[in-house]
């Protein structure tokens, strides 16, 4: 099977899946090596890339998704009546950002770094979907570890953790923290 055949099965499967496929499913699918089949998703992401249309591929954390074209969001938003108040709260940006910096991290060590109490916080970015469970950590009581998911990223406009703003620490802070 051609390339070009398989990118228009891998835009469909994309187009109907409606959120992130592994890259792994893909490969399965084409019978195909992991390597082999990231070959097909990089050109896949380059066409789409080049041919300026309202439609992306992006990869997130491994897995790819089919997705509308960042600088059509305000016409997007327009057609569909998005309220620009349903945007998160302040402190749900905050309590993400610190999750998805420190992650895995414990509520507790997230209110620690922010000051103040994060129960609800935390409660809304999991029916939200931006962040998940992790497992426990291995300390007494046990307490539940928060990361990101792949929600998160795709609603912050950015394909892994590694493209984060760094942020600066001096070394006072480094040591509260």
Same mark, same amino acid.
């Given at each position: 099977?051609?390339?070009? #055949? ?19 499913? +893909?490969?399965? %699918?084409?019978? +195909? ?24 591929? /992006?990869?997130?954390?491994? @897995? ?7 600088? @059509? ?6 057609? %569909? ?6 945007? %998160? ?9 610190? +999750? ?38 291995? /300390? ?20 892994? %953790? ?13 040591? #509260?923290?």
């Amino acid at each position: 099977m051609e390339q070009r #055949e398989q990118i228009g099965i891998i835009e469909s499967i994309l187009f109907m899946a409606g959120e992130p496929v592994p890259l792994k499913d +893909i490969a399965q %699918l084409f019978e +195909i090596t992991r390597d082999e089949a990231a070959g097909i998703m990089t050109q896949a992401v380059r066409e789409y890339e080049e041919c300026g249309r309202g439609l992306r591929i /992006v990869e997130l954390d491994g @897995n790819y998704q089919l997705v509308t074209h960042k600088d @059509n969001a305000p016409w997007v938003e327009k057609y %569909l009546g998005v309220d620009k108040k349903k945007q %998160l709260p302040t402190s749900l940006v905050e309590t993400v950002a610190v +999750i998805a910096y420190k992650q895995p991290i414990t509520r507790a060590e997230i209110e620690y770094i922010r000051g103040v109490k994060c129960d609800y916080s935390v409660k809304k970015l999991l029916e939200y979907g931006l962040i998940e469970q992790a497992g426990k950590k291995d /300390v007494p009581g046990k307490p539940f570890l928060y990361v990101t998911t792949p929600k998160f990223l795709r609603t912050f406009g950015i394909s892994s %953790l590694e493209e984060l703003p760094q942020v600066e620490v001096d070394e006072e802070q480094e040591e #509260e923290l």
